[in-house]
């Protein structure tokens, strides 16, 4: 089975903290996603990585970068949290093209006072 | 840019019933697919879909794409109590990673 794990379930940070979110998968996919799901909004793309040490923006990469040093590990950071990155931060790993689907992490909800 | 709509966004009905979740979406795609959410979790891949009249079926679930019409559909037959979840389509452009998901359908199988 894919295995895609995140380092924490929960999380409450202050407001200009620097965050970090990390995300491990087990299945030696090339490439990494990470979404916010957020109500009415539905998930959208933050940033995704290919490749080690290569990344994309997404839909909303404002006030976020990513570093993938690792095949398995891909890290979203917030540079300086603000209260609307208040949100579930949802992590993904897959396989290629053309048949490529995305396993999901369980999901992190993060909390910015 | 690609917009991808569902509907119904909330759906009740009840055990036995049978029903249909759409899913449109605006541009040339080759891959979609249906994802499933049960409150507090992550999601679990159902389907995908990569050709014109792909029909794909998961127990009381069945999911269909017309790449003409941009539609997909998920039919869901003699629906149980444990089918509660949110369901997701997600779209990808062709050659592109990046998924575009719909804002979700909110299942509530009623006994």
């Known amino acids: 089975d894919v295995k895609v794990t995140q380092s924490s379930r929960y999380l409450v940070k202050r407001t200009g903290e620097k965050v970090f979110l990390e995300c491990v998968q087990d299945?030696?996919?090339?490439?990494m996603f990470w979404y916010r799901q957020d109500p009415g909004l539905g998930l959208r793309l933050i940033y995704f990585s290919y490749d080690v040490k290569m990344k994309e923006k997404g839909d909303i990469p404002e006030g976020y970068s990513v570093s993938r040093e690792k095949k398995e590990r891909f890290s979203l950071i917030l540079e300086s949290a603000s209260t609307n990155q208040t949100s579930m931060y949802l992590c993904a790993s897959g396989t290629s093209l053309p048949q490529e689907t995305q396993y999901f992490g369980p999901g992190t909800r993060l909390l910015v006072l | 840019e690609l917009k991808v709509e569902q509907n119904p966004l909330f759906l009740s009905m009840q055990e036995g019933k049978n029903y249909t979740i759409y899913c449109n979406y605006s541009t040339t795609s080759d891959r979609l697919y249906w994802y499933r959410q049960d409150p507090g979790k992550s999601l679990e891949s159902l389907f995908v879909l990569l050709s014109n009249g792909a029909v794909k079926q998961e127990g009381r679930l069945m999911a269909s794409l017309d790449t003409k019409a941009r539609l997909s559909t998920l039919h869901i037959t003699a629906a149980v109590h444990d089918l509660s979840a949110t369901y997701f389509c997600?779209?990808?452009?062709?050659?592109?990673?990046?998924?575009?998901f719909g804002k979700g359908t909110l299942l509530t199988v009623n006994p």
């Open positions: 997600a779209v990808a452009e062709v050659g592109n990673y990046k998924l575009t």
């Open positions: 299945m030696d996919h090339e490439n």
